[in-house]
């Protein structure tokens, strides 16, 4: 009772005063004084109490109590339905509003759940650089390194000591070597991103989060993510567009066949990376016939592309890349069309959307596989990797690895007798290479378990190191999150011969490392950018490997 009277001091002008305690607790005694009064008289006066209902509802109440009472389920919902609307004004989770009068449990600040990754923008050095370029003069091969030059031989007879003349001097002095050498320019490049928080969200935001100090904070997350896509896959020069052959077969054990035989099939296969997609290759036709066939798909892969997107349709003459549909996109480069042909579904693109760009450099998978060579023209004649196979056809497993080690070793392509210190990959990809090994590595050992142990035991196995079947040493198999299935890389950081003058197989040499600017208030907004002026670096691709058209299955059907 004092809650409920404490406020009568404001019911009225000019009183508008708070009540001292005394008045308080005279007041509350007169209220409970005056509600047990009125309570007596209702129980003691029903008629009474009943002529304030509206004049329907003592009819109303009759004919329930007339018609059965309880035991009328018609009666009772009329009943319940004129009390409510007399007396039903109770507030509920959802009365008078439907959001409820309640308080909201607002964890602040905003969670933040998204992944963010940059493994290889930190892991790679990063190195001061000046002007537009950066350059270097760059020795390639001498006598006896077998990359490029013959072996010296300096077996010589005893030198001339007192004949011989002027007309032959100096004499017979021992054979000269050859060396071979090149220059090395890559450009630097300019990036950076801005994000913005308008006044009214950092004023509104006020007690639960800064919204300016959250938007520079998610601009540095970015900036570093972004940075690792350029590291990843980019390039200034497009990724061209794949070619492929068709070939129908039979349907094996677990494939089923084309469906509504006899029909054309029209094939066409895009390549993407992280940034685009190319145009659509020349469309290829195939008739399946009556009998039940499946239809496998080969690619020839391309420079600088990461995965492909296969599209298929069918109709009686040649559809073009109108009646083409999206069936799948994956890295590898082989698969196999069965069931039913899409009828309906995205097209490919009639224009490259954007697999290259004139202001981004040339990134790992370019620098590898020799787009930067050939297609960028921006990387020298042979600064390409060691060991190059962009159509494995296979699951990554132990024989592809090994493969890859061995030619990085013995200088049959254009490897420098490297040795990897890291396998990366995608996880699904890496997954298939650990449980190849699993699967066919004698797993000779003992386990030793005492009774109190039992319950700690903890099950499953990853492989985490490799041993390279040819120099013994170990290389570490490290899964990047942002990787794309199908393609895999064999790394060298620095060069195993001392005195190389190269600290590092691969720097972001930075002339403005990241800064961050806070803009002058022009409008309603604060408004940051984040910039960096650099470029990606290989100046030894040849102590590194990459493996493309990694499948996710070794046997028909190709996927």
């Known amino acids: 009772m004092p809650e409920l009277v404490k406020g009568a001091g404001f019911n009225r002008a000019p009183a508008r005063r708070d009540l001292g305690m005394d008045e ?4 509350s005694q007169s ?16 008629q009474g109490v009943a002529k304030s209902f509206s004049p329907s509802f003592m009819p109303q109440l009759g004919n329930f109590m007339a018609m059965g009472g309880v035991g009328n389920g018609a009666a009772i919902q009329e009943l319940l339905e004129i009390v409510s609307a007399e007396v039903g004004k109770n507030i509920t989770l959802t009365s008078p509003l439907s959001t409820g009068l309640v308080p909201f449990d607002l964890a602040k600040p905003s969670k933040l759940i998204y992944p963010t990754y940059s493994p290889l923008r930190n892991r790679i050095p990063r190195t001061p650089g000046a002007g537009t370029s950066h350059r270097a003069k760059i020795i390639t091969a001498i006598s006896g390194s077998q990359t490029g030059q013959p072996i010296l031989d300096v077996a010589i007879p005893e030198l001339v000591t007192g004949a011989g003349s002027l007309n032959n001097w100096p004499l017979n002095l021992p054979p000269s070597g050859a060396q071979t050498a090149v220059d090395w320019n ?13 006044f009214l969200a950092q004023y509104a935001g006020q007690g639960f989060e800064d919204a300016y100090a959250l938007a520079n904070f998610i601009l540095m997350q970015e900036a570093l993510q972004a940075e690792e896509y350029q590291i990843m896959e980019a390039t200034g020069t497009a990724v061209t567009a794949p070619s492929i052959t068709l070939a129908t077969r039979a349907p094996g054990a677990n494939e089923t066949a084309i469906s509504g035989s006899p029909v054309n099939v029209y094939v066409r296969v895009t390549a993407t990376n992280f940034f685009g997609e190319t145009v659509a290759s020349t469309v290829q036709h195939v008739a399946v016939g009556t009998s039940s066939e499946v239809i496998d798909v080969t690619i020839t892969p391309s420079r600088g592309a990461s995965q492909y997107k296969v599209y298929a349709g069918t109709g009686s003459t040649d559809p073009g890349v109108g009646g083409s549909f999206f069936v799948v996109a994956q890295g590898g480069t082989k698969y196999t069309l069965q069931g039913a042909v899409p009828v309906t579904g995205p097209t490919p ?21 020799g787009h930067a060579v050939t ?14 196979n962009k159509n ?9 690895v090994d493969t890859a080690l061995e030619q990085l070793w013995d200088l049959s392509s254009n490897s420098f007798r490297a040795n990897p210190a890291e396998l990366m990959g995608e996880g699904s990809d890496i997954v298939r290479l650990s449980n190849d090994i699993k699967t066919n590595t004698a ?23 490799y041993v390279n079947p040819v120099t013994r040493s170990t290389v570490a198999i490290t899964v990047h999150p942002w990787q794309r299935q199908g393609v895999a890389y064999l790394l060298s950081y620095t060069l195993p011969q001392p005195y190389s003058n190269v600290s590092n197989v691969m720097e972001n040499v930075m002339v403005q490392d990241l800064v961050g600017i806070q803009w002058p208030v022009i409008d309603a907004s604060y408004r940051s950018s984040a910039f960096w002026y650099g470029t990606f670096a290989v100046s030894a691709p040849q102590y590194c490997a990459v493996l493309g058209g990694l499948q996710t299955s070794s046997a028909t059907p190709w996927a």
């Open 24 to 27: 308080v607790f005279g007041l």
């Open 31 to 46: 209220a409970e004084t005056a509600l047990y009064e009125a309570t007596k008289q209702g129980l003691a006066n029903p």
């Open 186 to 198: 890559i450009p630097y490049k300019f990036f950076g991103v801005s994000e913005s928080a308008s």
């Open 349 to 369: 693109p009639t224009a490259d959307t954007g697999t290259s760009s004139s202001y981004r450099y040339e990134g790992l998978l370019s620098v590898l596989d």
């Open 375 to 388: 297609d960028a023209s921006v990387y020298p004649a042979g600064f390409d990797g060691g060991y190059i």
């Open 392 to 400: 494995v056809g296979n699951t990554l497993v132990s024989s592809v």
């Open 443 to 465: 797993l000779n050992y003992r386990l030793n378990i005492t009774q109190d142990e039992v319950g700690g035991m903890r099950g499953g196995a990853a492989i985490s190191e």
